[in-house]
Structure formats: C-alpha cells, structure tokens
C-alpha cells in the first residue's frame, strides 16, 4: 500500500488540470509575446488564468502577476519593499517559511531592520505585542505573517492583523501558500497589500505562482528583461504553469465546500483514532478550526522506532513529513518546533491530506504508529 500524506509539500497534479495543460506543452506552443496566431492564443490563456485569481481574490487582474514560485513571490514582496517602497523596517513571525526568514538574513546584512515576533506553544502570534512594536517607530515597515504555518498548521487573523498594519501605516504581506485555495478571500475587504500562493499545494503544477500586489503599491521590476507581467517580471512565461495553475483555483473555487468538509473529516478522523489507540499522542499547535484543516502535526514519545519515525513509515510505503520539506529526514528540531519549545523528548510527524486521501489510509497509519509506540 503506498500512501501519500504529504500534501503540504507538494500535491498531486488533478488530471483534469493537467488535460487543460497539455494543449500548451504540444500543440499550442506558442510564445504569448508573438504576435501571430500561436502567440496570441497562449496570451490569451494567460489572461483567463489571471481573471481566475483575480476573482477569486476579488482583486483587480491589474494586480495579479504570475512568478515561477511562492518562493519568488515572497523574495519579490520583501526585496521590493525594500528597494520601491522605501521600507526601512520588516516585523515577521520567528516561525515564516525559510523563504521568508532566509530573505529577511539577506535584507539584514543590507541594513534593514529586522523584528521577530515569538510565538506562543500553539505558534501564534501575540496581536498587541505587534501593535506595540509598530507604535514605537514611525520607520516605513512591513509587516510579513504568514496566513498559516506549513508545519503545525497554525491559522493567522490576516483580516486583524491587516487592521492594525492600517492603524500604523504599515504595509501588510502575508505568505498565503498553504491557504490559497484550501480558503476564500476577499482583499477588498481587509487591508492586505500582498499576498503570494502557488499552485503545487492546490493540485496544481509545480514551478508556478502569484504574487497580489495591491495597485496602491509601484514595485519596480523584480527580474529585469522584456516586458512580460507588465514589466514587472521579465522572462518568457510558463504557459502551461499559468493555465494550470488558473484551471486548478478554479476547481478549488468550484468545489470548496466539498473539499473541505471531505479533507476535515479526515483530520477528525485521524485525531480520533490516534487519540484511541495510542495513550501517550499528543499534537503540535491547535486541532479546531484555528489551524488549517489539511495539516496535523502528530508528537509521539521518544524511542528507537520513533526516533527513526519517517524512515520506517517510508518502509511502511506512507509518505509523511517531520516539518516542513526541506528538513524532511531530518532529526535536528526544526526552527518551528523550536519557536514553540516543543519537548525533546518527542518526536513529529507531520501527516497533510488531500482530496485523494481516505480512511481506510489513515486506519493503516494508525497501527503502523501504534506499532511503533
Ligand atoms: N511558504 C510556505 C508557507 C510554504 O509552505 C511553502 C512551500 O512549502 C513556500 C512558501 C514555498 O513555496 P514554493 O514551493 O512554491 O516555492
């Protein structure tokens, strides 16, 4: 039996995306800066794909800009920031993905200004320690808190925090990967000016993302060169990235109800029977709805088999994550489960769905971790 529950890494592709992608890797070749027939048609699909975000944000298509990965759009945002904007000051949360943290270093050695925020032993954020930091300078700053944490699930009050950015005339970005799709949003209601997402965690393809930048914002050009995503990131574009990336949001946006409600059972249900079958479980930050409904972080007692816990799951055929995937095989505590001081003297796991999953997968991991304990 091989069983995938890492799909905060990454997600299977949906063959209904990938059948709306074909056309462009074969016979649709063109090169949407063309202006012939080949090159207009792959323009054409492009500009769909952008609609779809667009509306799925309710933002403008003016402010939609397709980047290769959330990993770009997050280097975009903070650098450009920066470089624009004028931005003298970044205040983030000690648990951001490492493309976050790794840029703020970057930004740092420049001479920006760079504020942690700690986090709580359920990784979240302390609101009024935020609206403190902001109140004692009046430095141009942004402010970049993840919607939620790729580790432990962890959900963030955007709509709040985005408030109190406005209050301090702060701008507000948040790394909204692991939430793009899995939730709506409604950036005319909150005052967000960026947000990044990429298509690998919603069944989309790999190597392709979007960047929301409010049009109250002029970033200057990130990657130099011709004039494609109206100058703002030049190179040809990826086409059929694009046009998957657009056709698997809009499957999101047309089955979310029915997504979530199959993907939440299944965390229930995983929960429950751990919660059954092995005395000593316990989980990483919150279970309820303050975490994202995809992702459960599951801590187990140390031992030799728990120690080695994702090789022998592996031998078991289940894949599963210790964090996030880039410490994936990694026994050394990730910077995540250090922030919220998890006990080392536990072992994670880190077990994400998706609409492929089902029960009687989670019924198999159960006993194997119930083997090991
Ligand atoms: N931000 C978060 C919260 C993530 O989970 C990830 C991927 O794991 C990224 C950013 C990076 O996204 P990408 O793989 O598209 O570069």
């Known amino acids: 039996m091989k069983v995938y529950f890492d799909n905060a890494a990454t997600t299977k592709i949906h063959e209904s995306v990938l059948a709306e992608m074909m056309p462009f890797l074969t016979d649709n070749f063109g090169n949407p800066s063309s202006i012939h027939e080949y090159g207009r048609k792959a323009k054409s699909a492009i500009e769909k794909s952008r609609k779809i975000v667009a509306r799925y944000l309710n933002a403008s298509t003016a402010e939609i800009f397709f980047t290769s990965c959330g990993t770009e759009s997050n280097n975009m945002v903070i650098k450009e920031a920066i470089y624009s904007l004028g931005v003298k000051r970044i205040i983030a949360s000690s648990i951001e993905h490492h493309c976050v943290l790794h840029s703020l270093d970057t930004m740092k050695e420049r001479g920006v200004k760079v504020e942690l925020l700690s986090v709580n032993t359920f990784g979240e954020i302390n609101l009024d320690e935020l609206e403190q930091m902001l109140a004692t300078s009046t430095e141009k700053t942004l402010v970049s808190i993840m919607n939620a944490n790729n580790e432990i699930g962890t959900i963030n009050d955007i709509v709040a925090i985005g408030e109190i950015c406005k209050t301090h005339q702060a701008l507000f970005h948040s790394d909204s990967v692991q939430t793009i799709a899995h939730y709506t949003f409604d950036v005319q209601k909150n005052s967000i000016d960026f947000l990044s997402g990429s298509a690998h965690k919603f069944h989309g393809p790999k190597g392709i993302g979007f960047v929301y930048i409010n049009s109250t914002n002029t970033l200057h050009p990130f990657i130099d060169g011709g004039a494609q995503e109206r100058n703002m990131r030049a190179g040809t574009e990826n086409v059929a990235g694009i046009i998957g990336l657009g056709t698997a949001l809009e499957l999101w946006m047309n ?83 250090e922030a919220i001081n998890a006990p080392l003297d536990r072992r994670t796991v880190r077990f994400s769905f998706s609409i492929f999953n089902t029960k009687e997968e989670i019924d198999f991991a159960v006993e194997c971790l119930k083997e090991m304990v």
Request: proline share 1%.
């Open 255 to 337: 089955n979310l109800d029915e997504y979530k409600t199959q993907i939440s059972s299944l965390k229930v249900y995983m929960i429950g029977r751990l919660k059954h079958e092995i005395s000593d479980i316990a989980f990483n930050g919150r279970t309820d709805d303050k975490s994202l409904y995809h992702v459960l972080s599951v801590s187990l007692p140390a031992n030799n088999k728990t120690d080695l816990l994702l090789f022998n799951l592996d031998i078991k055929g289940i894949c599963a994550s210790g964090g996030s995937a880039c410490a994936s095989g990694s026994v050394q505590a990730s910077h995540v489960m």
